[in-house]
């Protein structure tokens, strides 16, 4: 079988590549493949729609077009695939407007659509009904296996971050997705009183349109980060420093003030076995609920505080092993196995 991963993003190809290849499959990648249209493919396995019309969001009726007859020359030839990432794309204008079409159409070309969870494929199907239910299936979540091969050890990540040994570690990781997740990671660690804490901010601030706002919401973070002697890493952060802040940490905030599809955050941190503190909906709900991670109300700050608190009382090493033992499952190999007993029995 010949295979067109049809993503530019290495965070995902080299994994999910890796799988087709070891099953001996002829296996190409790259978005450009699907644009030229030069070689045939039995498979196009897609991940993001926006990535079809170059991730300018809002979409344009240009760059939509271009990518719809693409798929619609492929549809013939191929069988095409996704694995759903986004609800709708993270900068969208409108809930209905152009990336909602872009989306639906995008679909209404796909033969098989794959969930990480359940609470994914209920909240595809409500938004985009149209869409046949056999189309779409729940391929598990995936993982970062790959980058354990960065992994050091857990006590030389944690002197390299200067976190002591009897230290709680508690870290974000990420690009913030609006100031309101900012002030709830704030407000929540103001109200902590845990000894011997140790706070790791890392990631990117929301983009502020207003440059004095801007500026003033960015004196108040570093204000807040030097009251709590905190860590910064801001920018990029590469997969060492990732895989390094992932072992050190002892509770991995990952901060919601409403629903969100999916967090690559929550797969990092299974990968590692890192404790995380995640907001008590869909996905998380559904995968962490009865685990020994803690689950808090989106938004409420005082809830974050408390379910970190909940989880600084507990041994990290054995939250670590129970997550590692509980989620072992995760990754792109039973993804394609799933993807592939599929198309071998439909």
């Known amino acids: ?26 296996v190409h990648v790259g978005v450009t493949n699907f644009f030229r249209r030069e070689q045939d493919f039995d498979l196009i396995h897609f991940q993001w729609p926006e990535e079809l019309v170059n991730w300018v969001i809002p979409t344009t009726p240009q760059n939509e077009k271009l990518a719809m007859d693409c798929l619609d020359w ?53 938004l985009f009904p149209d869409i046949p239910a056999s189309r779409h299936f729940v391929h598990g979540m995936n993982s970062f296996e790959n980058l354990k091969k960065l992994a050091g050890t857990r006590e030389s990540t944690r002197s390299s971050f200067g976190i002591s040994g009897n230290s709680f570690a508690i870290s974000t990781y990420g690009n913030f997705r609006t100031q309101i997740e900012v ?55 590469d997969d060492p420093q990732t895989v390094a802040l992932f072992q050190a940490a002892d509770a991995m905030i990952i901060p919601r003030s409403g629903q969100h599809l999916n967090s690559g955050i929550l797969t990092l941190a299974m990968t590692f076995g890192t404790p995380v503190v995640a907001p008590d909906y869909g996905v998380f709900t559904e995968l962490l609920n009865g685990s020994e991670n803690e689950l808090y109300e989106p938004g409420n700050a005082r809830a974050l505080a408390s379910a970190i608190t909940r989880l600084s009382q507990k041994q990290a090493e054995d939250v670590r092993r129970s997550n590692l033992l509980r989620f072992k499952d995760w990754g792109w190999q039973n993804i394609t196995d799933c993807l592939i007993a599929r198309l071998n029995t439909i």
Request: hydrophobic fraction near 40%; charged fraction near 20%; glycine fraction near 6%.
């Open 1 to 26: 079988m010949k295979v067109l991963v049809a993503t530019n993003d290495l965070t995902f190809s080299v994994a999910l590549s890796s799988e087709y290849l070891r099953r001996g499959f002829d």
């Open 74 to 126: 492929w549809k013939s030839k191929s069988t095409l695939v996704c694995t759903v990432h986004n609800l709708l794309p993270h900068a969208t204008s409108s809930e209905r407007g152009a990336d909602y079409q872009l989306y639906t159409k995008f679909y209404a070309h796909m033969d098989h659509i794959g969930h990480f969870s359940n609470s994914s494929l209920t909240a595809v199907r409500a």
């Open 183 to 237: 002030e709830l990671v704030h407000e929540a660690i103001n109200q902590l009183g845990i000894e011997g804490s140790r706070i790791i901010f890392a990631g990117r601030l929301p983009w502020v349109n207003r440059r004095l706002n801007r500026a003033y919401k960015q004196f108040q973070h570093r204000r807040w980060t030097q009251r709590h002697g905190a860590v910064q890493l801001p920018g990029y952060i």
